[in-house]
């Protein structure tokens, strides 16, 4: 009897080292799951999607904008293009100026 | 602005146009073998450059409309001149590309230079005549088909008949003649009343290349609809559905995101279709829904970095596939600037970079490896070292013959099968 027991046991472990072992996408899933602990917890569709459908979104006046690209037609400002990470505050921001929004959903589920 | 975001060979494949992400369209044109330029048979050189799109403003929803071209689709030449669909995320347009190669001189009321003659030193009345002049390539916008989509445009085709052509967006798609601009039909809607409920969205679409009533479109969860207009007005219902079955078991976070369809196109025979995911292409047979006849791994080595994949946006790349005229081969392309091909009957595949280093024009290309394994053989590439930036996300094959184009990032390559 103490035979059949310690038999069932070492083929439970092995079962469980076979999932590990043998899935590299599992695998890789604990991994981010391990960095993004609140990843996944939303259906990942949705979130995906909805990203994707927004893609495009400035957050500016356009008002503004028209306006600036109005004022540098007439005037050709010979200043350098100024610096592309400091926008609020000294000019009026156009879309060029704008430091490219990173598309990645991870980097918000870090700031929220 | 350079990056190339389109090619496609026109029916004859006689042209081949690029758009890329600055809104440009280039067309080439292969030139015709002469007898003191025998070599020059497959050479493809510039034939026209427009700008088909500029950069726009939604104001109302404070939207950039990108001017980057997604698709170019040629319609069938019909004349002299030469037509093609270019369409940015929310505008088609058609283009006219004709050649003028010959000028009048001699007109009455206006100078060589076009200016105004003084009536009153217009003396005697002459004919103007038609004189050769230096060939010249003029593309003219002339239709614009705007206003028909909310979402951003991924896919157009062109039908079968030469009168319609369909574009579909995330959610839509709508049904357009070529000779009506401010009228479409709308043949797919799958947008939810209630968009926290949205699961999917419309990846591609594609007209079937004899049956003008049916199309296909595929979706971001991996599945394909086939829809044949003459059932209803409105497609919502499709009349085929194909997906793979997924063993429950081996779902993962990643499962849908690489199930993903980037591209779908049917054969030339008209028999079948082929999908692409982020790792593999499928062929499918029209007349079977619940698999694909046929699996092909791009990139299996992928699927444990899939990680640092998603982490870099690169699981979200949107790889597109062709097949070659005959439908023996089908092509697709990879990271580190290499693209694969698989032979259907042999199922041979080969990997090929395209590359300056790796392309002396005249050159045979030289087949390349990655390794999976631990051991490394001379001229393999180690997954670790594989540029992810270096990307071919875009690839054209002639219609006839062994003449692949290659898209690397801002490089055009035009390889052709080597002929003794």
């Known amino acids: 009897i103490l035979l059949d027991v310690s038999l069932t046991v070492s083929l439970t472990v092995f079962q469980e080292m076979e999932d590990k072992v043998l899935s590299p996408e599992k695998a890789e899933e604990a991994k981010l799951k391990a960095r993004y602990p609140h990843l996944g917890q939303k259906p990942g569709g949705s979130d995906f999607l909805r990203k994707r459908l927004q893609k495009g979104q400035k957050y500016f006046d356009s008002g503004d904008y028209n306006m600036a690209k109005a004022k540098m037609k007439n005037k050709q400002l010979p200043t350098a293009a100024p610096d592309k990470t400091e926008v609020t505050g000294d000019h009026i921001p156009t879309p060029q100026d704008l430091p490219q929004r990173k598309p990645s959903l991870v980097a918000s589920k870090l700031a929220g | ?420």
Not at chain 2, 44 to 68: A, G, R
Not at chain 2, 368 to 378: D, I, L, N, W
Request: glycine share 2%; aromatic share 10%.
């Open chain 2, 1 to 420: 602005a350079d990056i190339i975001s389109t090619v496609e060979f026109n029916y004859t494949g006689d042209l081949l146009a690029t758009g890329d992400k600055g809104g440009r369209v280039v067309i080439f044109q292969r030139e015709q073998e002469t007898k003191s330029r025998p070599l020059s048979r497959g050479e493809y050189n510039v034939y026209s450059t427009f700008q088909s799109h500029e950069p726009e403003f939604d104001y109302l929803k404070s939207l950039e409309i990108e001017e980057k071209i997604n698709k170019i689709r040629w319609l069938p030449q019909q004349n002299a001149a030469h037509f093609l669909l270019s369409t940015n995320d929310k505008t088609i347009k058609l283009w006219k590309i004709s050649e003028r190669d010959k000028r009048a001189e001699g007109y009455n009321l206006k100078d060589e230079d076009g200016r105004l003659r003084e009536p009153c030193r217009v003396t005697e009345l002459r004919v103007p005549t038609l004189k050769p002049m230096d060939l010249m390539v003029e593309a003219s916008p002339r239709r614009t088909f705007a206003n028909a989509h909310t979402y951003h445009i991924n896919s157009i085709s062109v039908n079968s008949d030469y009168a319609t052509y369909l574009s579909a967006d995330d959610l839509r798609i709508n049904l357009w003649h070529l000779e009506v601009t401010n009228r479409s039909f709308n043949i797919v809607d799958i947008k939810p009343a209630n968009m926290e409920e949205l699961t999917e969205v419309i990846t591609a679409a594609e007209f079937h290349p004899h049956h003008c009533n049916v199309f296909v479109y595929s979706s971001s969860k991996g599945t394909i609809r086939l829809c044949d207009m003459r059932s209803s007005a409105l497609c919502d219902q499709h009349s085929k559905f194909f997906e793979e079955p997924e063993d429950p078991s081996s779902r993962s976070f990643f499962s849908e995101i690489i199930s993903s369809i980037s591209d779908v196109k049917f054969s030339h025979s008209g028999r079948y279709m082929m999908t692409r995911d982020y790792l593999s292409v499928k062929v499918w047979d029209l007349n079977m829904e619940n698999r694909p006849v046929e699996t092909y791994q791009v990139h299996e080595y992928l699927r444990s970095k899939l990680c640092s994949l998603y982490e870099n946006d690169c699981i979200f790349d949107k790889f597109e596939c062709c097949w070659n005229g005959s439908d023996s081969t089908i092509m697709t392309g990879s990271y580190n600037n290499f693209f694969r091909t698989f032979e259907r009957s042999t199922l041979r595949d080969t990997t090929l970079e395209a590359s300056r280093e790796s392309s002396k024009p005249r050159a045979i290309l030289k087949p390349r490896k990655v390794c999976t394994t631990g051991k490394r053989k001379k001229d393999e590439i180690t997954v670790d070292s594989l540029d992810f930036n270096k990307k071919i996300l875009h690839t054209a094959w002639h219609p006839t013959e062994n003449i692949i184009a290659v898209a690397a990032t801002n490089n055009l390559y035009l390889f052709q099968e080597k002929v003794n």
